[in-house]
């Protein structure tokens, strides 16, 4: 079966590949319909918090991490495409303060549609980033589908007592993230033909960095509360923080790293519908400053692919963490704090000056 030189895989999807979650208003809508699961006394970390992973405790010592994670194609590269579904995935058994460990393979797949080798090339990508994450793969499944999506189940270990949790933090605390964001408007641009290779390069290379280095360089810190940005963007998560936390949350615009031309193709109107979605999920528990305008507000609410870690660290302690994580080449920022005042709510000083 021939293929075009360059396969364009984000044009596949019926929804261009945009890999969004279903928006958290639907998801809890649909959640509130399911009877309350039986209590567990070793179910650490189930749904009541909205968290990256579940936790079941095996012995004293001894945890299970699980997550799952897959979606539609967002890069047009085969292999850069596996490389950032392993990477997402991965990612929420570090944001949970866990070790990675096996994983499963779950392929969609237009198989008399598309050559094999392109599926061979996703498969690559994910081993080779399973490889660097330390996870072996024991397995998977796949089926025939009209549009290809990609995935992984994994599994992790954690002691009980280091669990990280979104629901921990505390006043006084201050807010680290591990990864600039922008990535949804960016991915977007993308299938749009907006960006050019070197632009594509550098947002692929976002999207596939393991949030390791960032998960071990955190571990010897108190840290109260630590999730990863993903679909829900940056305010959906620091939500989801605040409320599970009983806190408030103030988040400086201005410290918020963002990925280049994210302003300029959001005014030009490359805004995803998750990230809309996202913006209206929050906006009645977001306080943004009155002279902020749409765009700056879609830009801190844009839905994110492998996004970093937010992590809530002890106040003391947070210049030395921020430098500690620089200098192993994370590209950490320190955006905010948490606050006993306007508990569940995000308040937003600043501006955007990306």
């Known amino acids: 079966m021939s293929q075009p030189d360059k396969l364009k895989l984000t044009s596949l999807s019926s929804k261009g590949g945009c890999g969004c979650k279903i928006g958290p208003a639907d998801l809890a809508q649909v ?30 010592e001894l945890a299970l991490v699980q997550t799952v994670d897959f979606f539609t194609p967002i ?14 995935a991965i990612s929420d058994i570090y944001a949970m303060g866990g070790k990675p460990l096996t994983a499963l393979n779950i392929v969609a797949f237009p198989i008399h549609k598309l050559d094999k080798s392109v599926l061979a090339d996703i498969l690559r990508g994910a081993g080779d980033k399973m490889k660097e994450a330390g996870v072996t793969l024991v397995g998977g499944h796949s089926i025939d589908d ?9 599994t992790g270990l954690v002691h009980p007592d280091r669990v990280r949790t979104n629901a921990g933090a505390k006043p006084g605390d201050r807010l680290i993230l591990t990864k600039p964001i922008g990535v949804g408007i960016l991915t977007t641009s993308i299938k749009k033909d907006q960006l050019n290779e070197a632009e594509v390069a550098r947002v692929t290379e976002v999207m596939a960095t393991l949030n390791k280095t960032a998960a071990e360089t955190m571990e010897p810190y108190t840290v109260h509360a630590c999730t990863d940005v993903t679909g829900f963007g940056l305010m959906g998560h620091s939500l989801e923080m605040a409320k599970g936390s009983g806190v408030g949350i103030t988040i400086d615009a201005g410290a918020v790293p963002f990925l280049p031309r994210v302003r300029e193709l959001a005014e030009a109107g490359f805004i995803p519908g998750g990230t809309k979605n996202n913006h209206a999920h929050v906006e009645c528990s977001v306080d943004f400053p009155e002279p902020m305008d749409a765009v700056s507000r879609f830009m801190l609410c844009d839905a994110v692919t492998s996004g970093g870690l937010l992590i809530a660290v002890e106040g003391s302690e947070a210049e030395r963490l921020l430098q500690d994580l620089q200098s192993r080449g994370v590209q950490a920022a320190l955006i905010g704090s948490v606050t006993e005042e306007q508990e569940g709510r995000i308040t937003i000083t600043g501006s955007i000056t990306a």
């Open 31 to 60: 959640l509130r319909q399911l009877p309350p699961a039986e209590a567990n006394p070793n179910l650490l970390v189930g749904l009541d918090t909205s968290d990256d992973a579940g936790v079941y405790k095996l012995t004293d």
């Open 75 to 88: 890069v047009d590269e085969p292999y850069a495409f596996g490389q950032v579904a392993a990477a997402n």
């Open 146 to 154: 009209n549009e290809p999506k990609f995935g992984l189940a994994v």
